[in-house]
């Protein structure tokens, strides 16, 4: 087996796991939405709390993964003097533009600053 393809299925199973870790932060998105639905309708503050913490939680996680993808998507970009098709010189380039604007950090951000979740964040 060559390396690229070495490669390739290295990351097929790392993200598959990522995956596994995306079905976890939307069961917990679905319960952070209820707690956050509770302190709306009942002004409960021990609900508004539960929900800050996953929220600061699951954008944590997610930053991660974006970070993830970010060094990925630069170890294809260090490499791409390698490549001889322009296409796919063009498709590695966009590719990691792309993992740069990690949206996740800003949402994190957000999570922690506000304090009385006058800021509806989602993850996407």
Do not use: C, H
């Amino acid at each position: 087996m060559n390396n690229e393809l070495e490669k390739r299925l290295k990351q097929l199973k790392i993200e598959d796991y990522i995956w596994i870790l995306y079905i976890g932060i939307i069961i917990l998105s679905l319960y952070s939405n209820t707690l956050e639905r509770k302190y709306f309708l009942y002004n409960d503050n021990i609900s508004k709390e539960k929900y800050r913490k996953i929220t600061i939680g699951l954008f944590t996680v997610l930053v991660i993964v974006y970070a993830y993808f970010l060094n990925d998507s630069y170890s294809d970009y260090k490499d791409i003097k390698k490549e001889k098709s322009p296409k796919k010189k063009e498709l590695i380039t966009l590719s990691f533009i792309g993992s740069i604007f990690i949206s996740g950090i800003l949402f994190l951000y957000i999570a922690l600053s506000d304090e009385n979740i006058d800021v509806e964040v989602a993850f996407n």
